[in-house]
């Protein structure tokens, strides 16, 4: 079935969309941008750089990185990391359940995808 992705275009010209929410998430469950950026399959540069746009969208912290030390360190959302990933969670589900009827409709009209042919070579 269809299925609807939401960004979210900020004022300043900002993004904000599935890829930097999975990010913020990793991040969440992992406890380093490191082990997120390779659960996603992205460079840790790129993690960091998505990261970087995000605080600049919200020009506010949305990660805290501590050194290592008896405990191990990590990095971990703030409030306003968390803030912004519940907020774009929540109008992803409002938004997929009113357009539900609708993703049915497209579903129907589009065909499933053909197998590719193997080659003969």
């Keep these: 079935m269809a299925r609807l992705t939401i960004r979210v275009d900020f004022e300043s010209g900002a ?70 990933l519940k907020h774009y969670r929540a109008m992803e589900r409002h938004a997929a359940r009113a357009a539900a009827k609708d993703l049915r409709a497209l579903s129907a009209l589009t065909k499933p995808r053909a197998r590719a042919k193997r080659s003969g070579r």
Excluded: N
């Design 15 to 84: 993004q904000f969309g599935p890829g930097k929410a999975r990010l913020l998430e990793a991040i969440e469950s992992t406890g380093s941008i490191r082990k997120a950026a390779a659960s996603l399959r992205m460079s840790y540069r790129r993690a960091w750089l998505l990261l970087q746009a995000i605080e600049d969208a919200v020009q506010e912290r949305v990660t805290l990185t501590e050194a290592g030390g008896r405990d191990g360190g990590g990095t971990k959302l703030t409030a306003p990391g968390r803030k912004l």
